[in-house]
């Protein structure tokens, strides 16, 4: 099986910033795309940022230019990096990984169990 942990969420003032932090642990041979996503009570959840193995990144509208998602590969852990973070980035943050468990075999995607994000006005 397949543990995502996320840390790092908290209470920031409106323009301050976070760095979420998500470690993948288990029967891992390789991840493919690891991501964030974030859910609000009575929304559905949505994508926030994703990042693939091979290092190319994705963005929600809501996030360009203001959060950056890294990988660091041999740790199997993706980073979050939330800037000038404004009341409406209040949230639960998820981590998401595809992961594959042996050579060949198809992948599965995973959950974190999510790291609450609250923005202050």
């Known amino acids: 099986q397949v543990q995502l942990v996320e840390s790092g969420g908290g209470l920031v003032q409106a323009g301050g910033s976070l760095r979420l932090s998500c470690a993948a642990s288990g029967s891992i041979f390789s991840i493919n795309v690891m991501g964030w996503y974030r859910q609000t009570p009575g929304k559905q959840r949505e994508l926030v940022a994703t990042?693939?193995?091979?290092?190319?990144?994705n963005y929600a509208d809501s996030a360009k230019g203001r959060f950056t998602i890294s990988r660091e590969y041999a740790k199997n852990t993706v980073y979050l990096e939330m800037n000038s973070l404004k009341p409406e980035d209040t949230a639960l943050y998820y981590c998401?990984?595809?992961?594959?468990?042996?050579?060949?075999?198809?992948?599965?995607?995973?959950w974190g169990q999510g790291t609450l994000v609250t923005v202050s006005s």
């Open positions: 998401k990984a595809v992961v594959s468990l042996s050579y060949g075999s198809p992948s599965f995607q995973y």
């Open positions: 990042i693939t193995g091979g290092g190319a990144s």
